[in-house]
């Protein structure tokens, strides 16, 4: 068993910035990709980022637009998720999730989750 502690959210100004990070502890040797979703009320959880066991390949929703960036520190166990430039529509609830290392953008690839971390951006 795999479990995911998140931090780092909260309430911020459009424009700003805030680093979410995700714990693991457990069966961390089994962990591979760490991916990182997003949930609004009414919508569906959508891909935000994701990154592989080692670090070497990252992937990133097309809103994303270079202002997130996905991290990892294996050392640690722990990932790391930079959000700047923040707008009124990144406001969500973000999970993080560790599984496979095929289907990265697709929910069903993760077999643990993390319990969720609200973002609110204010405009």
């Known amino acids: 068993q795999v479990q995911l502690v998140e931090s780092g959210g909260g309430l911020v100004q459009a424009g700003g910035s805030l680093k979410l990070s995700c714990a693991a502890s457990?069966?961390?040797?089994?962990?591979?990709?760490m991916g990182w979703f997003r949930q609004a009320p009414g919508k569906e959880r959508e891909f935000v980022a994701a990154?592989?066991?080692?670090?070497?390949?990252?992937y990133y929703a097309d809103f994303v637009k270079g202002r997130f960036t996905i991290s990892r520190d294996n050392a640690r166990n722990t990932g790391y998720l930079q959000l700047n430039s923040l707008k009124p529509e990144d406001t969500a609830v973000y999970y993080c999730?560790?599984?496979?290392?095929?289907?990265?953008?697709?929910?069903?690839?993760?077999?643990?989750w993390g319990q969720g971390t609200q973002v609110t951006v204010s405009s």
């Open positions: 990154i592989t066991w080692s670090g070497a390949i990252t």
């Open positions: 999730a560790t599984g496979g290392s095929v289907r990265v953008k697709t929910s069903s690839n993760y077999d643990y």
């Open positions: 457990g069966r961390t040797f089994s962990l591979s990709t």
